[in-house]
Nanobody, 128 residues
Framework: QVSLVESGGGKVQAGGSLRLSCAAS????????MGWFRQTPGKEREFVTV????????YYTDSVKGRFTISRDNAKNTVYLQMNNLKPEDTAAYYC?????????????????????WGQGTQVTVSS
């Protein structure tokens, strides 16, 4: 049974930093592309970033480029999201998701329906 568990969310002032973690189990982690999405009430889930199974490729949505960094530790079955210079508009529930490496791994993997496995989410609140 696949399980993804996010942690590290919380409340921070604008300009602050948080580091999210997503611990995976029940899958061969090194074979999965790992993504982070976020969602606010009433809005669709939004792509934030992805790191490919090989670890060599990462993609970011424009609004977080230069502020957020995704990384993975295959030995710990964990993907991280370092978020710096946080802004109030970053406030959302953040979700990690897993996609088994395959033909679609060459693409951006920016759509939620490309990921079959999801965590329960962790809330990030940025105050001005």
């Amino acid at each position: 049974q696949v399980s993804l568990v996010e942690s590290g969310g919380g409340k921070v002032q604008a300009g602050g930093s948080l580091r999210l973690s997503c611990a995976a189990s029940g899958l061969t982690f090194r074979l999965y592309d790992m993504g982070w999405f976020r969602q606010t009430p009433g809005k669709e889930r939004e792509f934030v970033t992805v790191i490919k199974w090989s670890g060599g490729s990462t993609y970011y949505t424009d609004s977080v480029k230069g502020r957020f960094t995704i990384s993975r530790d295959n030995a710990k079955n964990t993907v991280y999201l370092q978020m710096n210079n946080l802004k109030p508009e970053d406030t959302a529930a953040y979700y990690c998701a897993a996609h088994l490496a395959g033909p679609k791994s060459a693409g951006g993997l920016q759509y939620p329906n490309e990921y079959p496995y999801w965590g329960q989410g962790t809330q990030v609140t940025v105050s001005s």
